[in-house]
């Protein structure tokens, strides 16, 4: 199968016809893509607009990796593969978490086709526990221990402005993890 032919099916894909706003496949891959962005599942805004990452927590995501929206959304550099490609709901504290169907069903197919992907962005605790080899108990000590996962995976917090707390309190990560990020996504842009 061609990866546009895998696009198409993953963006008509029904198989959580029981979420509230029902289906609506948000993702971004190019097989020339460099860098990989792993996160949760879209948000309500991005639902609505189809855009990923098009909210409060893309602007600050952004901003850590020190690019614009057009650099952002070229897919011939950036792929953006969710652990839910579809909004999944709000809970008590936020966005309800991704049902996992979606990455066993689609992120093996869709990986063989981003074969010059060379930093894997891992956004929040789901993303992090499927692909980091040997994840720490929390996602503090992941993005902590950023180095020991390799030169392909970079773990980060959620980007969200519900964590900006956690950010205050782990002041290491804007002053260590932040600038080698940076140094990462321009070295391959």
Not at 162 to 179: A, C, D, G, H, M
């Amino acid at each position: 199968m061609s990866l546009e032919n895998l696009l198409k099916e993953i963006r008509q894909c029904h198989r959580c016809v029981s979420l509230p706003l029902g289906p609506n496949p948000v993702l971004q891959v190019h097989s020339t893509a460099k860098i990989l962005i792993i996160g949760q599942a879209p948000g309500i805004r991005v639902h609505q607009s189809s855009i990923p990452w098009n909210d409060p927590s893309g602007d600050r995501l952004r901003q850590w990796m020190g690019i614009s929206r057009d650099i952002f959304y070229d897919k011939e550099n950036i792929a953006i593969m969710p652990m839910a490609f579809c909004y999944s709901g709000t809970g008590k504290s936020g966005d309800l978490p991704p049902p996992p169907l979606c990455a066993t069903t689609w992120h093996e197919c869709l990986l063989e086709y981003l074969p010059h992907v060379e930093l894997c962005l891992l956004v929040g605790q789901y993303a992090q526990k499927r692909y980091l080899e040997s994840p720490a108990r929390t996602l503090t000590e992941n993005v902590k221990q950023w180095k020991r996962a390799g030169p392909k995976y970079f773990p980060l917090p959620h980007p969200s402005p519900r964590n900006n707390i956690w950010l205050k309190k782990n002041s290491w990560f804007e002053k260590e993890v932040l600038p080698a990020l940076y140094e990462r996504v321009h070295a391959l842009l």
